[in-house]
């Protein structure tokens, strides 16, 4: 035979590919699956060509006016934008299409706003753990600019706030506690420090304000002071106070801020996310 058997192995894979290299056109032009061999291989070649296909890729920033801008520029028809409140970001899908010509919703542009240093240091104190009191101290201290004290309606300058936090002892809260037994069940353990506690009243609440995240409005948070005598030295715990409902205003002053810098455009926004299936 003028053909061994390895030529002739060759010549039959040759044919095949071929005939599979006809079945992927045509599938590709019908929209249809196609079948083939397992140990056949489906290779790119766009990265062969002068220019790609199509736009596709991810472009992120945490300013407002570029991502617009850019969104504007890049919006395919059906492209959406999603803005997902529990991570304040905002993703415009530029290729989503829609029923008639659905697109591959892969090519995206993502706002992330970034959290100010002021509201950084209030969430990592304000969080209902057990503080040292020099941490709790040292707070209202370096951001006395931005608080205001309140031993219930009565408001403690920040001087006599921190010299109130810092002063608590065990044995002043335990003969506090002892004393409250006695009292009428409608007053609270602070009331009755801020009728003892002399010229340096223990604060109840203390409000901190600042813009949370670049880009939003500046807003009041109400923090509550609690005191926790446990172990062997006071600790003090901050809770902000409603914070589900200030995440949920801040999520919506950003979709209100997305689609202002959208309007003389026809993307739409929507609270919420989007992942496009395989």
Known sequence: SMFDKEAIQELSKAEAITAAHVCVQAAIEAGNAVALPSDFQLHEVEKLLPHRRR???????????????????HAEPGATVFVAPDQMSATAILNLGGHESPGHADNTATLTLLRTAAYSALLAIANGAGQKQATVAEFVEDWAGQVQCFSGSEEVTPPKAIAAIRKITIEAMRKMESAEQQLSATRSAFEHVQATSGPDPLP?????????????????????????????????????????????????????????????????????????KA
């Open 55 to 73: 736009v596709r890729g991810a472009m992120k920033t945490s300013v407002l006016a570029d991502f617009s801008a850019f969104t504007k520029a």
């Open 204 to 276: 109840t609440h203390i409000y901190f304000r600042c813009e949370p995240y670049h880009g939003l409005d500046e807003r009041t948070f109400i923090l509550r002071l609690a005191v926790l005598t446990g172990g062997d030295k006071p600790a003090i715990s901050l809770r902000i106070v409603k914070a589900e409902e200030h995440q949920e205003e801040m999520a919506g002053e950003l979709a209100a801020r997305v689609t202002e810098s959208l309007t003389d455009s026809s993307v739409p926004v929507h609270l919420g996310s989007y992942q496009p």
